[in-house]
Nanobody
């Protein structure tokens, strides 16, 4: 079992930055892949970014590429999502997720554990 807890969400103006954190406990953190998804009101949850077990490979949705950066600190059992140049369309609840086996890294069904989510609101 893996427990995930997100933090760092909040209200920010367009063009601003936030850093989300996701602390993991339970299974050995370095053996699991981590991802971030988001869900805006009235929409389906969508992939944002993912990072493999070692941190050697990362993946991004086209909508955030160049603005968001995912990283992980296995010593702290924590994954981060640095979000720069935020836009109103980035407003959503952001979820951290963990996967034991990976795959495309972009599909919800590939992830075994989910956090409760943290709200990010970007004002124009």
């Amino acid at each position: 079992q893996v427990q995930l807890a997100e933090s760092g969400g909040g209200l920010v103006q367009a063009g601003g930055s936030l850093r989300l954190s996701c602390a993991a406990s339970g299974r050995t953190f370095s053996s699991i892949g981590m991802g971030w998804f988001r869900q805006a009101p009235g929409t389906e949850r969508e992939f944002v970014s993912a990072i493999v077990w070692s941190g050697g490979s990362t993946y991004y949705a086209d909508s955030v590429k160049g603005r968001f950066t995912i990283s992980r600190d296995n010593a702290k059992n924590t994954v981060y999502l640095r979000m720069n140049s935020l836009k109103p369309e980035d407003t959503a609840v952001y979820y951290c997720a963990a996967t034991k086996y990976g795959g495309t890294w972009r599909r919800e069904y590939e992830y075994d554990y989910w956090g409760q989510g943290t709200q990010v609101t970007v004002s124009s």
